[in-house]
């Protein structure tokens, strides 16, 4: 699954960034790294951006940067 799939409410784990260069750098240099858990606070009318909670901050992404995160359940 991926981060643009998510429910708001619902906290998971990043397992991978599909990201190529500049763009994959620039989400880890953000927090988003493997193992990372991430809840998903609000998702706009439209569905961009998404604003999540990672490491104690706030963080508003884009979704199409979130379609290139895939996460698992929490518990995984």
Do not use: Q
């Not at 609000?42 to 895939?70: C, F, M, N």
Request: charged share 30%; aromatic share 2%.
């Amino acid at each position: 699954m991926t981060l643009d799939k998510v429910v708001v409410g619902d906290a998971v784990k990043i397992a991978r960034l599909n990201g190529a260069g500049a763009v994959k750098r620039r989400m880890m240099d953000m927090g988003l790294t493997k193992g990372t858990e991430v809840t998903v606070d609000r998702i706009a009318p439209l569905g961009d951006p998404i604003e999540l909670t990672v490491r104690g901050y706030k963080l508003s992404i884009r979704k199409a940067d979130a379609e290139t995160i895939e996460v698992t359940s929490k518990n995984s």
